[in-house]
């Protein structure tokens, strides 16, 4: 059993057991979070939001806050002897699907 979940303006194709990154959340860490904007739940019985199915939840354990890989950004103007460099790691919410809820 399969579920999508909405969470902050991203999708996530979540399973039972599954560790993923979500964006940075308020919540410390070993508590629960709850998703409720399910588009879809797959399995034997698949069902079909319009646009969430009603009733549907996913929930989730915090396990740590992570931080994503560096990306560096580079701005060049040829000519004009200008350059800049900056770096940026996103920071994310590592979390545990514990059960999907239909």
């Given at each position: 059993m399969y579920a999508i979940v909405h969470d902050g303006g991203h999708q996530y194709r979540v399973e039972p057991g599954q560790v993923c990154e979500v964006q940075l959340k308020d919540t410390p860490v070993g508590e629960s979070l709850t998703f409720?904007?399910?588009?879809?739940?797959?399995g034997d019985n698949p069902q079909i939001g319009q646009p969430y199915v009603s009733g549907a939840s996913v929930s989730a354990t915090?396990?740590?806050?992570?931080r994503g890989k560096?990306?560096?950004?580079?701005h060049f103007r040829r000519r004009k002897d200008s350059r800049t460099k900056a770096g940026h790691r996103q920071k994310y919410t590592q979390i545990r699907i514990d059960s999907i809820d239909a």
């Open positions: 409720s904007q399910v588009s879809f739940i797959g915090v396990l740590a806050e992570t560096k990306l560096v950004v580079r």
